[in-house]
Nanobody
Framework: QVQLVESGGGLVQAGGSLRLSCAAS?????MGWFRQAPGKEREFVGA???????SYGESVKGRFTISRDNGKTTLYLQMNNLKTEDTAVYYC???????????????????WGQGTQVTVSS
């Protein structure tokens, strides 16, 4: 079982930036970020496949960037031009095996972190 630990959340003003990190205790294939705001369903933020291909949710395209270290044990989410609607708990997710398809669905992932709160103030 791979453990995922997120860090880097906090309070930031609208228009500001934050970088989230997710440290994995073992090897994963694809990794992704999801978020959940109070009273809303979990939303796909972005993912990076085992080949390095990235994908993003429509609401964050052009503002957020996913990357991974060469050892593939740490996942990053660079968030720029943050908006109040980005306020949510952000979760890191990891997949155990290689997969050719969309990573936008939460059921594609085997491991989940505990989440980190991101709050964007106006």
């Amino acid at each position: 079982q791979v453990q995922l630990v997120e860090s880097g959340g906090g309070l930031v003003q609208a228009g500001g930036s934050l970088r989230l990190s997710c440290a994995a205790s073992g090897r994963t294939s694809a990794m992704g970020w999801f978020r959940q705001a109070p009273g809303k369903e979990r939303e796909f933020v972005g993912a990076i496949s085992w080949t390095g291909t990235t994908s993003y949710g429509e609401s964050v395209k052009g503002r957020f960037t996913i990357s991974r270290d060469n050892g593939k044990t740490t996942l990053y989410l660079q968030m720029n031009n943050l908006k109040t609607e980005d306020t949510a708990v952000y979760y890191c997710a990891g997949r155990a095996t290689n997969y050719y398809g969309s990573y936008a669905s939460a059921n594609r992932y085997d491991y989940w972190g505990q989440g980190t709160q991101v709050t964007v103030s106006s």
